[in-house]
Nanobody, 117 residues
Framework: QVQLVESGGGLVQAGGSLKLSCAASGTISSSNAMGWYRQAPGKQRELVAS???????NYADSVKGRFTISRDNAKNTAYLQMNSLKPEDTAVYYC???????????WGQGTQVTVSS
């Protein structure tokens, strides 16, 4: 089993920054991808950014140039640096770990990000 614990959410004004962290623990495959998803009220959960173990990244168009995903493999931790935040970034952000050999998905409990205008 894999456990994911997120931290770093909060309330920020438009134009501000936040950094989310996701620490993974448990039986973690050496081949995995970590990512951040978000879900706003009344909307479907959507991918924000993802990163493989070797550092290949993928971003939603809406966050390109503003958000940066990174990871520390030694700490099994992923980060999401969010700059130039907009009110439309308001959502619950969920950390995800995809175990590639088994294609199992693990989720964190979510952390609220609120951007005021």
């Amino acid at each position: 089993q894999v456990q994911l614990v997120e931290s770093g959410g909060g309330l920020v004004q438009a134009g501000g920054s936040l950094k989310l962290s996701c620490a993974a623990s448990g039986t973690i495959s050496s081949s995995n991808a970590m990512g951040w998803y978000r879900q706003a009220p009344g909307k479907q959960r959507e991918l924000v950014a993802s990163i493989t173990r070797i550092g290949s990244t993928n971003y939603a168009d809406s966050v390109k140039g503003r958000f940066t995903i990174s990871r520390d493999n030694a700490k099994n931790t992923a980060y999401l640096q969010m700059n130039s935040l907009k009110p439309e970034d308001t959502a619950v952000y969920y950390c995800n770990l995809n175990d590639i050999p088994t294609w199992r998905n693990y989720w964190g409990q979510g952390t609220q990000v609120t951007v005021s205008s």
